[in-house]
């Protein structure tokens, strides 16, 4: 099983500020890689597929960069609807697997 | 519009059995792989189970292995998952969710989802 790492577990930024949040993968996934935001209360949202397109609606200041075992979402300025908990999620291998999850808090 | 809505969750003691539905509209369910991911109270995700298109193909995570059943009825436009020999640790919020078209894999990324169904196992 591919074990995705998450870091940091928590970020505390204020709005206007760029977010980056990190994701390794115990093994190399290519870019068989996406990243979801999920805010309380709501089902996940597919924001980056194939480690760095973005989905349908997605805004651009949502990117992600990154192959093999090391990944990077960077939001580039943080709007009021963006905190919330992003994870990372592999599809290389199965089993399909998910990070723990970063949580982007208001400073 | 895509929807996906899922029922069937309840509180149901530890050994017990449960089967979950999930009703799809606005899409050619054939068309698509469907997965069954959850979320314990507080945690992250885990994904559970997914099937093909035409359900000839299906897999599981090792936690639900042997004890849970993955199928379709795509004449009803509906994905099932039966849940046996159930845990403590099977408790969860069940989303169904169906694979995305940026790829053409029953494991492509989730990009719709329903707003799930509640299982709570506890005696």
């Known amino acids: 099983e591919i074990v995705l790492t998450q870091s940091p577990a928590t970020l505390s930024l204020s709005p206007g500020e760029r977010a980056t949040l990190s994701c390794r993968a115990s093994q190399n996934v290519d870019r068989y890689f996406a990243w979801y935001q999920q805010k309380p209360g709501q089902a996940p949202r597919l924001l980056i597929y194939?480690?760095?397109k973005r989905a349908t609606g997605i805004p651009a200041r949502f990117s992600g960069s990154g192959s093999g075992t090391d990944f990077t979402l960077t939001i580039s300025s943080l709007e009021p609807e963006d905190f919330a908990v992003y994870y990372c999620?592999?599809?290389?291998?199965?089993?399909?697997?998910f990070g723990g999850g970063t949580k982007v808090e208001i400073k | 519009e895509v929807q996906l809505l899922e029922s069937g969750g309840d509180l149901i003691q530890p050994g017990g059995s449960l089967r979950l539905s999930c009703a799809a509209a606005?899409?050619?369910?054939?068309?698509?792989?469907m997965s069954w991911v959850r979320q314990a109270p507080g945690k992250g995700l885990e994904w559970v189970s997914s099937?093909?298109?035409?359900?000839?193909?299906?897999y599981y995570a090792d936690s639900v292995k042997g004890r849970f059943t993955i199928s379709r009825d795509n004449s009803r436009d509906t994905l099932y998952l039966q849940m046996n020999s159930l845990r403590a640790e099977d408790t969860a919020l069940y989303y169904c969710?169906?694979?995305?078209?940026?790829?053409?894999?029953?494991?492509?990324?989730?990009?719709?989802w329903g707003q799930g169904t509640l299982v709570t196992v506890s005696s």
């Open positions: 194939d480690a760095s």
């Open positions: 969710a169906r694979a995305s078209s940026y790829c053409s894999t029953t494991g492509c990324y989730p990009d719709s």
């Open positions: 099937i093909s298109g035409f359900g000839d193909d299906t």
């Open positions: 606005g899409f050619t369910f054939t068309t698509f792989g």
């Open positions: 999620q592999q599809r290389k291998n199965w089993p399909l697997t």
